[in-house]
């Protein structure tokens, strides 16, 4: 019983008559993947050698057979004049190519036309981003079959540009996290960040109709009163306004507390608080003006932290001397903190080397400092405040410390 594929109907009811080239050429790839022989079209005919094996004989029946199928469809679904142009052909894919250079201009007119419509295509507002990705993969696969090549990276680069400003924050995840999708994947992903958009927006929308749009005042509320609808003495509305009435502090008339000339006295010679003159060049230049400043106490207990902290995190090996090694000699850094008020609010004692004493070139090949990018904290506050989280800011105590170093630098013992 001959085999029947209910799918080369498809392609014997849309013969090719010149302008449906692309519609066409569709159907036909559909009909030879399912049954097996579309592979005549992208590999050449195995050549057989003179003493051929069983493996060599199998694989070159199996391409003839193929591309005999493949002609046979390609033929029974052309117009009368096609056929008669090309049936006299060998294989396969000498047909495609004849036809791709007979219909080239319009597969080219096409191909502009396909690629025009994926990069003006933009979805609109309220309409539903199933429909419209579905649209531009039709363009993409369009483009495909015209013979453009669109990495799938690209393909999903040029469908999130087209996506309105509420995928704003799925486009920042897509590049910040450097994802891989298909675009199966993506359509899945944009609806289920779809949902989570309209989730959102209904509960603010509720949020703003029970809360501010409520006329009636509470106990904590005052009632708004019309400045154009004054009260008169005679009790009739009008445009004069009330009388003061008596201060309440003077008990008398058309005065109020601010106005009397001792209490503006008193709050023009009041201060928020009184602040201590900064005095110049107050802080230690070495460990000998420490020892003798009038904050030496706090000043050495600082210098205690400073020596536990590098103890703690193992800063250095004790060590012989080595001859053929230079030290590099370190020095302490002394700061007083002060607040708003003048007054010393924290004492910072750092020992460091003396770096100033090694040359470019032949004690070090380049420098190096850990900054934070402006770029990257504006992404952290625009994701916290998208989604509402609280942001916590903490301060690591000597973060150099926590570096390692690859190279070795000797310093002298400090006493």
Same mark, same amino acid.
């Given at each position: ?27 036909? +790839? ?177 949020? +703003? ?48 507390? !601010? ?44 210098? !205690? ?61 380049? !420098? ?6 402006? !770029? ?29 170093? +690859? ?9």
């Amino acid at each position: 019983m001959p085999h029947f594929n209910p799918l080369s109907s498809i392609v014997n009811q849309n013969k090719l008559d010149g302008p449906n080239y692309v519609d066409w050429k569709q159907n036909l +790839d559909i009909v030879l993947t399912f049954e097996g022989y579309k592979f005549v079209l992208v590999e050449e005919c195995p050549i057989k050698s003179a003493d051929p094996t069983d493996d060599e004989f199998q694989a070159y029946d199996k391409w003839v057979k193929a591309d005999n199928m493949g002609r046979c469809n390609i033929l029974a679904s052309m117009a009368n004049v096609l056929q008669h142009q090309h049936q006299s052909m060998t294989s396969a894919y000498d047909m495609l190519v004849s036809l791709k250079e007979m219909l080239g201009e319009q597969n080219r007119v096409a191909k502009q036309t396909a690629m025009k419509s994926l990069l003006t295509t933009k979805m609109v507002e309220g309409s539903f981003v199933r429909e419209h990705v579905l649209k531009l993969m039709s363009y993409l696969n369009e483009l495909e079959i015209l013979g453009a090549e669109i990495d799938k990276e690209s393909q999903v680069e040029m469908i999130l540009q087209t996506l309105p400003d509420r995928f704003q924050q799925f486009r920042l995840n897509y590049y910040m996290n450097k994802m891989d999708m298909s675009l199966a994947k993506l359509l899945n992903e944009l609806q289920a960040t779809e949902t989570i958009i309209k989730q959102q927006a209904h509960a603010t929308f509720l949020v +703003d109709k029970v809360g501010p749009s409520s006329s009636k005042p509470t106990k904590f509320q005052k009632k708004k009163k019309n400045p154009r609808q004054a009260v008169t003495p005679g009790g009739a509305k009008g445009g004069v306004s009330n009388p003061k009435g008596k201060c309440f502090h003077r008990k008398q008339p058309g005065h109020y507390k !601010k106005q009397y000339p001792d209490f503006q006295a008193k709050m023009k010679n009041k201060e928020s608080y009184d602040r201590i003159p900064e005095e110049p060049n107050t802080e230690p230049l070495n460990y000998a003006e420490a020892l003798h400043d009038k904050d030496a106490d706090m000043l050495i207990i600082a210098m !205690k932290s400073e020596m536990e902290s590098m103890y703690s995190n193992q800063v250095w090996d004790l060590v012989e001397p080595l001859v053929v090694v230079k030290p590099i000699g370190c020095k302490w850094i002394f700061k007083k903190n002060r607040g708003v008020d003048g007054r010393v609010k924290t004492f910072k004692d750092r020992l460091v080397a003396k770096g100033f004493t090694q040359k470019e070139g032949i004690n070090y090949q380049e !420098k190096f400092s850990s900054v934070a990018m402006l !770029k990257s904290v504006r992404i952290l506050l625009s994701i916290a405040a998208h989604y509402n989280y609280e942001i916590w800011q903490m301060d690591v105590k000597t973060t150099f410390l926590n570096g390692s170093l +690859d190279e070795c630098i000797y310093n002298p013992k400090v006493s």
